[in-house]
């Protein structure tokens, strides 16, 4: 599995940006594409997931409401919507895969074994 996230950038507190994930990958049976950040200074966090042959998502706590997963089938890409962004939302965000995650494990960022290579979120107050 190949990841390439982009999307990422500067934007104002309150404004909007949607990442994307470009997923390279021999079969797309189980596979289950998530979300995390991780701001400085600060451990990595899990924002959602979702498998990609079915509608489920996983959202983290704290983040639901303001950032959603989606995925277009057709161009093999994930997405991370995210609204109202807030300063506390820099951070260097990272898309992973894995297969075959039931829904209780997919917020462990041990449990994936491929990674994007991060894009940089600066919102500014």
């Known amino acids: 599995v190949q990841l390439q996230a982009s999307g990422g950038g500067s934007v104002q507190a309150g404004g909007s940006l949607r990442l994307s994930c470009g997923v390279s990958?021999?079969?797309?049976?189980?596979?289950?594409m998530a979300w995390f950040r991780q701001a400085p200074g600060k451990e990595r966090e899990f924002i959602t997931a979702?498998?990609?042959?079915?509608?489920?998502?996983n959202y983290g706590g704290s983040l639901k409401g303001r950032f959603s997963i989606s995925k277009d089938n057709a161009k093999n890409t994930v997405y991370l919507q995210m609204n109202s962004l807030k300063p506390e939302d820099t951070a260097v965000y990272y898309c992973?895969?894995?297969?075959?995650?039931?829904?209780?494990?997919?917020?462990?960022?041990?449990?994936?074994?491929?990674w994007g290579q991060g894009t940089q979120v600066t919102v500014s107050s």
């Open positions: 979702a498998r990609w042959s079915a509608a489920s998502t």
């Open positions: 990958a021999r079969t797309f049976s189980d596979l289950v």
């Open positions: 992973a895969a894995a297969y075959r995650l039931i829904v209780s494990s997919m917020g462990n960022e041990r449990n994936y074994q491929w």
